[in-house]
């Protein structure tokens, strides 16, 4: 095959949902495509159907892909993540000359992106490890992009990532994350931040249905009116339009959908995570349990039977007030998750050593993805202010949010507590926010029971600048006058 046969911008393998959509997005954005898959007569199935009368150009094996491509290649692998996306790079290795990118837009687990670009770069090949997030729709019309790898990369690929992404105020919803397996990471911790968003719209329904004794049309209206406001995301949107979806018989199909959620892992990698680097990443860990004990079904149906809890009495406060404090209890939880979130990218950052460019995250998320808000506006403004900032609470905009919604926060989750209404979600957001802001916590007590019953040491707060136990000294008290005076070796959480 000649050079001149070299016309493809980028290659794409991997015709379905995502491939597909993605082909054709570029396509319209100027790109001419190379398309191939595994099942080869899907190629030209695709080719009469759904890209016909456009520039999409059909492979029918690996070699002809590469071929076909102009170099550097880049070829985007959107199929099953785990050993399809290795079967994939080692047939491709052999059409690949030096620089060339391979670039897997699929769920992998950030591990395998890291260990997928270190062997690339041995070979002289480059490795891009993109999330990719939207669904079908964003695929099409312009999904949010979270390329990370090798550095060099960036270049050849950021026209055509820069185009195809959603675009939001006139910006991309795409750029570089950083280096290895840092795209696929920070796609997982979206993933775990939508379980998140997810399960407190979801608390915040149930409260409204067991609590006011609101009927879906109702509680829909309801969330249209938060999506004018501080709450305008997607997930509110789409969740207000299933709640307005009626069956056949006219009842609201969300009532006769079976209680027992899916999931198919990010938020568990996620939450694996957040324990593996101690972070207290506690949202996401609990909208991960709900999803868990949701799924008992059977289980929770025998013990409502047998565990009883308190009656609820009509509603008979202000219900305007209260749907008012609910979406303060919303949205200050929902800033306590983006505050987990991005205090366990940080703490990743340091860990993998990547260098993280977190305005650019939100900027990502702002547009596109499932998690797209207004709000994520509102952070990316906070990190172009302070590229260092600790933790997003300490923003002058999120700190007024949190103590403007703070007293309706509280009320909600009290009264929910006195109902009987789980709010794992709600109420760990909460806890998270009254531990971070005390100076004093209880792990005094924690360590001398360590010390107690397995020597294992602590430290004491110092009294004076002079005092006679430096900061750094582990000690060992022999609380019972039994135990000799050996401790444990230290460690650390
Ligand atoms: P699927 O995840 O269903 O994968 C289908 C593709 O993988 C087909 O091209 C199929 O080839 C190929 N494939 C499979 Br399955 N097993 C293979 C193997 N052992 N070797 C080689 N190829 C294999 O497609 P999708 O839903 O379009 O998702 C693609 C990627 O994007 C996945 O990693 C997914 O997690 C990710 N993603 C999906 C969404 C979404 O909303 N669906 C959103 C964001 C990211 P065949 O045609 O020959 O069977």
């Known amino acids: 095959m000649s050079s001149q046969e070299a016309v493809g911008d980028i290659g794409l393998i991997g015709l379905a949902v995502m491939g597909q959509n993605l082909i054709l997005n570029m396509n319209d954005k100027g790109f001419k495509v190379v398309a191939f898959n595994r099942t ?63 670039i897997d837009g699929g769920n992998s687990h950030y591990p395998d992106s890291n260990r997928r670009m270190d062997e690339l770069e041995k070979k002289g090949l480059l490795f891009v490890g993109s999330g990719v997030s939207g669904g079908e ?63 407190l719209i979801c608390e915040a329904y149930h409260i409204m249905k067991a609590i006011l004794g609101m009927e879906e049309s109702e509680i829909a209206d309801v969330f249209e009116r938060w999506n004018k406001g501080v709450l305008d995301s997607f997930l509110i949107e789409i969740t207000r339009d299933i709640l307005r979806y009626n069956d056949k018989d006219g009842k609201p199909l969300v009532t006769k959908i079976l209680d027992a959620a899916g999931q198919k892992g990010t938020g568990k990698w996620t939450a694996i995570n957040a324990l593996d680097l101690g972070q207290p990443v506690t949202l996401i860990g609990e909208a991960v349990f709900a999803r868990c004990l949701s799924s008992l079904k059977a289980e929770r149906v025998r013990a409502s039977k047998v565990l009883g809890g308190p009656q609820i009495a009509p509603f008979e406060g202000d219900k305007k007030q209260f749907i008012d404090d609910l979406e303060q209890a919303l949205y200050a939880s929902k800033i306590i998750s983006y505050s987990q979130g991005f205090m366990l990218m940080r703490e990743a950052a340091k860990e993998y050593n990547w260098k993280l460019n977190y305005a650019g995250i939100a900027l990502m998320w702002r547009g ?77 007590l924690l360590q001398a029971q360590r010390d107690y019953f397995g020597a294992h040491t602590y430290r004491r707060l110092p009294e004076s600048a002079t005092d006679e136990f430096p900061a750094d000294k582990d000690i060992h008290t022999n609380w019972t006058g039994r135990g000799g005076n050996v401790s444990a070796s230290t460690y650390l959480a």
């Open 137 to 199: 729709e964003g695929a099409r019309y312009g999904p949010s992009l979270m390329p990370g790898g090798s550095d060099a990369a960036w270049p050849a690929i950021k026209e055509i990532f820069q185009k195809t992404a959603a675009q939001t105020d006139g910006e991309p919803c795409c750029d570089w994350v950083g280096q290895a397996g840092s795209g696929h990471y920070v796609k997982m911790v979206h993933n775990g931040i939508e379980y998140g968003d997810m399960q």
């Open 40 to 102: 080869v007569s899907k190629v030209d199935h695709f080719l009469e159907n759904e890209a016909k009368g456009t520039n999409v150009i059909g492979a029918h094996s690996i070699e002809e892909l590469c071929k076909k491509l102009k170099r550097p290649r880049k070829i985007i692998l959107l199929v099953k993540a785990g050993p399809a996306v290795d079967d994939f790079i080692k047939q491709l290795e052999p059409f690949l000359e030096k620089g060339d990118i391979i």
């Open 368 to 444: 596109g993805c499932i998690i797209r808000s207004v709000f994520l506006g509102d952070i990316t403004n906070a990190f172009r202010k302070n590229q260092n900032l600790e933790n997003l609470l300490f923003d002058d905009f999120f700190n007024k949010a949190i103590h403007k919604a703070q007293p309706g926060w509280r009320r909600i989750i009290a009264q929910a507590a006195i109902s009987g209404i789980p709010t794992p979600a709600f109420a760990t957001a909460l806890s998270f926010f009254d531990g971070y802001r005390t100076a004093q916590l209880p792990a005094s």
